[in-house]
């Protein structure tokens, strides 16, 4: 009896001390589609788990140009989330500012360094200091198809290269279906451009044309090719394209009313939460011409410089939470992407994100892994600000010639 009532009493002391340390944190994210609020919904639920309350701060926007101008107003205010869902070169920008946090206590605590490939860390870091944390890797080179779809137009299988992309986008026209489910918003059109530029030019191509910016790239005949590709993709899209939101093409996808969607894996997120099963719902391939190649986008939470201690001690379980195996494993398996976490099991996953995970390792070793220029992983964002708007305009100016585009968007680059 006296053992028991001495362990009551510890567990008090340990569940005060708790409350105690417990905090606030403010999260500021994107997610707001089906999938993408089931998955945040795991971290605050973990949070919340270990006592802290969970302050959401979400802004709708698909790709996040919407959240990055509300945390700019934040930031400039004085008045930073806890954290913000900022990524690649980014992170770089806004560590620049001094306004980010050293995560360098939990980071080494947690050992970071040994858990996450190298190229990932060094994104995560300013001057040698952990300043944002790693949630997962999506693959933005995929192109998801429904099968009775494509059952029901005759088109055998998923089209392998861009001549078999068009072949079946035809049949699919000519069943009365829409060989295409776009969203028409500028950063949709430049998710589908880079899968285009890479499918077309390869990935040698791509880091030139696209993590380089290198001008003779970008003015070459193989842009050429890549933006009369890009054109002619438009022309099996839907007249209601324009200002559609991601998650709602998908559905069109989901619903059996389109056969395809080029989209990163958060449109994976979509399918699960729909019930839907890969290999048998749907198809999920890499975009025509690009099976040998990963574009990645690797989603992270930056944090911020707080004052007040219980706060902090609430950011840095976050922090930890983030790179925790559970979360690692019940985020990436709502989000469609998959952990970033090495020597993760991947037992509970599917065959789409197996594939992923395998190719994802190969084309490290190939030079087919590139970043993401859609998706903020290679270059700053003045810079694929300028170059999304200028793809963007030729995508919705179908007057403008295909040369006047190469120029444009060349341009645009030019200003980095
Ligand atoms: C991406 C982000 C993904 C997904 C997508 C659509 O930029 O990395 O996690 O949320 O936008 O919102």
Redesign the pocket.
Known sequence: MIKLSKLATAVALVAAANAAMAGEVEVL?????GG?AKSVGELKRIMQGKGHTWKDFAVA????DNAMTVLKSRVVAGNPPAAA?I?GPGIQEWASEGVLANLDATAKAEKWDSLLPKVVADVMKYKGNFVAAP??V?RVNWMWANAAVLKKAGVAGTPKTWDEFFAAAEKIKKAGLIPVAHGGQN?QDFTTFESVVLGVGGARFYGDALVKLDQKALTSATMTKSLETFRKVKTYTDAAAPGRD??LATAMVIQEKAAFQFM?D?AKGEFTAAGKVPGKDYICAAAPGTANAFTF???SFAMFKLKDATAQKAQADLAAAIMGTEFQEVFNLN?G?IPVRLNMDMAKFDDCAKLSSKDFVETAKSGGLLPSI???MAVMPAAEGAIKDAVSQFWNNDKMSVADGVKSIAKAAATK
């Open positions: 994210h994107w997610w707001t589609s993408e926007g698909g790709g996040g869902q990524k949630v997962n999506h950063w991601w998650n990163g958060w986008n690797v989603d989000k992407s859609a998706h903020g």
